[in-house]
């Protein structure tokens, strides 16, 4: 059974981004439907060979039969030990499109869209330890203020935390209609959906610890890529977009790279283009492309 998946965004354009070789080795790190992963798969030779990766089992329901293709049912922070365990140490070309998939938003169970009444999850691997509960219900305030102000770029990050914090002291907060109504104050009618996306980004992000490895995936994608192989990253909100953009440029999350004694530094990567963003009409029939970023490197 396959699972029903939205199109995946900037298709054309984040697989030209990798410069396909027919022979060559790639990954798709966050496969989902599978959209991104069909269209590698359509500009490969009987000799390449596609990995993809994805935590949440519902992807398994939409496993690409052939022999060229081989999906891993793992954290993308995993990429290097997982191709290693194939016999890859090199590839040439990496694709990501980060965030929650169209499929995990529209499952009222998961937890992850404001739309829907649903438990705390939040889990994009359904196996995984860490729930939206247990952060709600479980963390200290100074932790629920840092996740808040971090993750969710909330000013009032204190004042959230603390009104969580008052409120579990009465009783537990099961779900995510409760959670809203002990936030209600600080959501008013005009701003309401903005605020919570925003307090619900923070939670999902904590639980995943999205920052984290997205971190340990792009120094491992610097590894794993061949001379002149490519990265193409889709991203959907300031803080990924702002890691993805700052590793491209120098290599580096934080500072700069050292400079030698004419003042001339070395980089791991050629940025290839410039920012990619949706067409309008790519936004009217796919809303969640909206906020898609696309940037692509090729490393030296």
Known sequence: ???????????????????????????????????????????????????????????????????????????????????????????DGILGDLGVSSHQFDVPERGFSTRFDAELDMRMNQKGELSAFQVVNEYEEADLKRMFFD????????????????????????????????????????????????????????VNQEMDVLKEFLEQSLELLTR???????????????????FMRNGMFEGEPERDFFGRFEVPFKLIGKLVVPSDEEIAINNRARSAKLRIAEKR
């Open 151 to 206: 993750y969710g770029e909330l000013k009032n990050a204190g004042a959230l935390a603390n009104a969580i914090v008052t409120a579990r002291k009465e009783t537990v907060i099961r779900n995510t209609e409760q959670l809203k109504k002990v936030l209600s104050r600080f959501l008013p009618a005009h701003k309401s959906n903005k605020i919570l996306a925003q307090i619900y980004q923070a939670i999902r992000i904590e």
């Open 1 to 91: 059974m396959t699972m029903e998946y939205h199109n995946p965004v900037l298709l054309k354009e984040t697989v030209d981004g990798l410069n396909i070789k027919p022979d060559g080795i790639y990954v798709d790190v966050t496969f989902g439907g599978g959209g991104h992963s069909r269209e590698i798969m359509s500009r490969l030779g009987p000799n390449g060979k596609l990995f993809a990766f994805d935590q949440d089992e519902d992807a398994l329901a939409n496993v690409i039969a052939d022999e060229r293709f081989t999906l891993i049912n793992e954290n993308f922070r995993y990429i290097k030990r997982f191709l290693r365990f194939h016999g890859v140490k090199q590839v």
């Open 228 to 246: 002149e192989g490519r990265l193409s990253v889709i991203s959907y909100h300031s803080l990924e977009d702002r890691l993805v953009k700052r």
